[in-house]
């Protein structure tokens, strides 16, 4: 069974800088799209960046594009997001999640129905930012 295990969330004033880490525990890491969604309090989860799994091809939300990078090691079956210039809007539970399945184009998670791509989630790790 595959698990997801996010670690790196914290508190960091604004302009700062965190960085979260994903782990796969499982088979075909490789396979998979990977990503990152978020949920605010009080609002619904949203989509923040995803990653081919042969890590050539990345798409981000406006609301963190130039400011987060996402990235892989398949070798270490992790995924990693560097979020720099942090605002108090980035507040939120960060979630790691898998593909659907390995036919899912990374696009798909990128979509405004992105959540319903996703086959696998993480426990999820709180970032707060202050202002």
């Known amino acids: 069974q595959v698990q997801l295990v996010e670690s790196g969330g914290g508190l960091v004033q604004a302009g700062g800088s965190r960085n979260l880490s994903c782990t796969y525990s499982?088979?075909?890491?490789?396979?998979?799209?990977m990503g990152w969604f978020r949920q605010a309090p009080g609002k619904e989860r949203e989509f923040v960046s995803a990653?081919?799994?042969?890590?050539?091809?990345?798409y981000y939300a406006d609301s963190v594009k130039g400011r987060f990078t996402i990235s892989r090691d398949n070798s270490k079956n992790t995924i990693y997001l560097e979020m720099n210039s942090l605002r108090p809007e980035d507040t939120a539970v960060y979630f790691c999640?898998?593909?659907?399945?390995?036919?899912?184009?990374?696009?798909?998670?990128?979509?405004?129905?992105?959540?319903?791509?996703?086959?696998?989630w993480g426990q999820g790790t709180l970032v707060t930012v202050s202002s």
């Open positions: 999640a898998r593909a659907m399945s390995p036919a899912t184009f990374t696009q798909a998670m990128s979509s405004t129905s992105g959540v319903n791509n996703v086959g696998v």
């Open positions: 499982g088979r075909s890491f490789g396979l998979y799209a």
């Open positions: 990653v081919s799994g042969s890590r050539t091809v990345t």
